[in-house]
């Protein structure tokens, strides 16, 4: 699926990707899951997250335990905040200090080389930056966006999903919530 402007800044555009490695694309409507196939071959791998290799304790359900759990969590559910505090009692990562020009930042660390500690870590520290609010998940394809809105509130991957021709998640919502309204109006009418 294309990005249409839904990167995410730093580490957490690697948590992002990951999160849709499941995905419910536009053009069949069918639940898929990449995570396996991705796993399964070094390359794809590679290919898909180019800067954080896989360790022998990154096991295809492990990673998707975490996945789902961080889909969970970017819906806003109890249970997904629940999740994630187990992940980071239970992942090993270490707080560091950095100066940064004239601030001084407390930054969250995987002490384990793993992809599922770096995803940890990196959503530890979009926590403490504010930015993981913004990493939302569509209600109608669970595509997982940044949301780059001013006054962040926006609910839908997009508006023009795959071009001005695609399927929109945003203008089906827009357009199904309109043919309520009409339908509405004519049944009092």
Not at 13 to 41: C, H, K, M, Y
Not at 62 to 82: H, K
Not at 117 to 135: D, K, Q
Not at 142 to 150: E, G, K, L, V
């Amino acid at each position: 699926m294309p990005d249409h402007n839904q990167t995410a800044p730093g580490d957490l555009e690697v948590v992002r990707r990951f999160i849709n490695t499941w995905s419910i694309p536009n053009d069949t409507r069918e639940e898929t899951d990449a995570l396996p196939q991705l796993a399964g071959s070094p390359e794809l791998w590679r290919t898909g997250f180019p800067e954080n290799a896989r360790a022998r304790v990154d096991t295809v359900s492990r990673l998707q335990r975490l996945r789902t759990d961080l889909r969970r969590a970017c819906r806003r559910e109890v249970s997904g905040e629940d999740a994630l505090n187990e992940w980071f009692s239970t992942a090993e990562l270490s707080v560091k200090v950095r100066s940064i020009g004239d601030a001084v930042k407390l930054i969250v660390e995987p002490s384990e080389a793993s992809f599922v500690g770096y995803v940890v870590a990196g959503v530890a520290n979009a926590i403490a930056s504010g930015e993981w609010l913004r990493l939302k998940t569509c209600p109608d394809c669970q595509w997982a966006f940044y949301d780059h809105t001013r006054n962040g509130t926006k609910r839908w991957c997009g508006m023009t999903k795959g071009g001005p021709e695609g399927r929109a998640c945003g203008t089906i919502a827009k357009v199904r919530a309109y043919r309520a309204r009409e339908e509405k109006k004519g049944s009092t009418g």
